[in-house]
């Protein structure tokens, strides 16, 4: 089965910087892509970042210069560098895994960040 275990998350006040990582396993395939997505309380969740093969990625225009994505191929390992953290950003943040370039059904159980004010 494949797993997607995040690690990182945490309490950090407004300003302040965070690393996420996610490490799968379990992969039987070659990954296209992995990436993070965010959940707050009350709203859906919404892609924050993704990295395809080659170091191609995509951004949230809300986290954009804020954020940088990164992956380890590897260790099947993605990392989102987070900075100059806002309340904004607090939310659950999950792994995301895709197989293919419409198959992203792979997902880890969410880690929460919490930037105080």
């Known amino acids: 089965q494949v797993q997607l275990v995040e690690s990182g998350g945490g309490l950090v006040q407004a300003g302040g910087s965070l690393r996420l990582s996610c490490v799968a396993s379990?992969?039987?395939?070659?990954?296209?892509?992995m990436g993070w997505f965010r959940q707050a309380a009350g709203k859906q969740r919404e892609l924050v970042a993704r990295?395809?093969?080659?170091?191609?990625?995509v951004y949230a225009d809300s986290v954009k210069g804020r954020f940088t994505i990164s992956r380890d191929n590897a260790k099947n390992t993605v990392y989102l560098q987070m900075s100059s953290l806002k309340p904004e950003d607090t939310a659950v943040y999950y792994c995301?895994?895709?197989?293919?370039?419409?198959?992203?059904?792979?997902w880890g159980q969410g880690i929460q960040v919490t930037v105080s004010s």
């Open positions: 995301n895994l895709c197989s293919s370039t419409y198959n992203c059904d792979y």
């Open positions: 990295i395809v093969s080659h170091s191609v990625t």
């Open positions: 379990g992969t039987t395939f070659s990954i296209n892509a």
